[in-house]
Structures are given as structure tokens and as C-alpha cells.
């Protein structure tokens, strides 16, 4: 089967600038996720869409980070301002179900912010 | 909230030495766990999980783990590791039955030589 997309594979701003990540998750999966994975660290989940609605944003930090999934499929996650803190791998993933009995990852975009 | 921990950071190990990986998870109530692998520069794919049932699961690539409730652990074991298993390990649980986030230790960075 075809596996999560994301795009860009890399990216580098400077801080202050905005970006934006796109991920395409696996066809019929209604959850997705966005997370977090700083070098060192273990992932950490950003949000949590079920369909279109948020499941759970409680880690996002919403002042300069948005995440959106208009219609269901695919998904956009916007950092505005970035600050150096925020370079890092940011990770989609996809499940058929919420309770994540078995999510795929994608192989993520790594920003890096000078 | 539930938290995972992975107490070694680096293990080096010759082919053909046995492997085990220490995970401890806090949480009073029923989780689910997993063992995720992250080869060089590719994405994290799934190792194995625990839902219920036989304590004791076997997953892809040789890799088995144990689940020990009285212990809140979950390590991961291989009898006989290859220069290929050379990858970064995250244990991982969350709450079973609801739509939880995934919560990741920090990551076992393995080093097999030949």
C-alpha cells in the first residue's frame, strides 16, 4: 500500500519566517497526526485530527503554530513565526481508527531554523 | 498522564550479541504498547505491540518483547542481533480503547559492529 506523504523532505528558514508542511496520509485512514521530534527526543504529538475536527491540540503551540484539514484527507501545518527552538522533524501519521491499533508514519520534513 | 522511559541512550553491541532494550511506562490504567524502529534516515516503521492476550509478542525481524504488568515494563529482546538492526528504538504506549495520543520514550540509539 502506498504510505504517508509529506513535502518537503527538508526545509531551511531563518527565524521569523514562516513555513508550511503538507502530508497526504494513507487512502481511508480518518486519523491523522502531526508530531513533533526534536533531535534526541522522542516524538511528541502536536494534534490529533479525526476527519476534519481536532481530536486533540493540547501540545500545540498555538501562538505561532496552525495545523488544518479542510476536507477530511490531507493536511497542512503552518509555523508563523519560527523561532530556533522549532528545528526539528515534523512526522505525519496516519491510522484507520483513533485509538492508533496501527498508524503508519511518514518520513517527515526536517526544518532547520537559522 | 501516561510517561515512557528508556533508561540506555546508547548501546553498542557486536553481531551476533543478544539484545535487550529497557522500557518502563507510568500509568495506573490499561495501555497499549509498541515498539517502534527508525533506520538511518528512513521513517519510523512498527516493530511489535501489546494490546491483551500472551504477554510475551513476537514482531518482525527476530524482535520479541515482554510484557511485565507488575513491572510496568516492556523490553525488547533479540537473541542474536545483525550490523543491519543498527537503528534508534522508541517504546511507546497509550491508553487502550480511546482515541489517546501515542506518548514515545526518548529513543535507544543502537550500534551493532561488525
Known amino acids: 500500500e502506498a504510505g504517508v506523504a509529506q513535502s518537503p523532505r527538508y526545509k531551511i528558514i531563518e527565524k521569523r519566517q514562516s513555513v508550511a508542511f503538507w502530508c497526504n496520509p494513507i487512502?481511508?485512514?480518518?486519523?491523522l497526526y502531526w508530531y513533533q521530534q526534536i533531535l534526541g527526543q522522542g516524538p511528541k504529538l502536536l494534534i490529533q485530527?479525526?476527519?476534519?475536527?481536532?481530536?486533540?491540540d493540547s501540545q500545540l503551540p498555538k501562538d505561532r503554530f496552525s495545523a488544518e484539514r479542510l476536507k477530511g484527507v490531507d493536511s497542512t501545518l503552518k509555523i508563523q513565526p519560527a523561532k530556533l527552538e522549532d528545528s526539528a522533524v515534523y512526522l505525519c501519521?496516519?491510522?484507520?481508527?483513533?485509538?492508533?491499533?496501527?498508524?503508519?508514519f511518514g518520513q517527515g520534513t526536517r526544518l532547520t531554523v537559522v | 498522564a501516561q510517561s515512557v522511559s528508556q533508561h540506555n541512550h546508547h548501546v553498542i553491541l557486536s553481531e551476533a550479541a543478544s539484545l535487550e532494550l529497557g522500557c518502563n511506562y507510568s500509568?495506573?490504567?490499561?495501555?497499549?504498547l509498541f515498539w517502534y524502529v527508525q533506520y538511518p534516515g528512513q521513517h519510523l516503521q512498527l516493530l511489535l505491540k501489546y494490546f491483551s492476550g500472551d504477554p510475551l509478542v513476537k514482531g518482525i525481524k527476530g524482535f520479541e518483547a515482554e510484557f511485565i504488568k507488575s513491572k510496568f515494563s516492556f523490553n525488547l529482546r533479540k537473541p542474536s542481533v545483525q550490523w543491519s538492526d543498527t537503528a534508534e528504538y522508541f517504546c511507546a504506549v497509550n491508553t487502550a480503547g480511546t482515541a489517546s495520543k501515542l506518548t514515545f520514550g526518548t529513543g535507544t540509539r543502537l550500534q551493532v559492529t561488525l
Open positions: 501519521a496516519s491510522s484507520l481508527d483513533p485509538a492508533w491499533t496501527g498508524g503508519i
Open positions: 485530527f479525526q476527519n476534519n475536527g481536532v481530536v486533540d
Open positions: 500509568y495506573g490504567g490499561t495501555v497499549n
Open positions: 487512502s481511508g485512514h480518518a486519523t
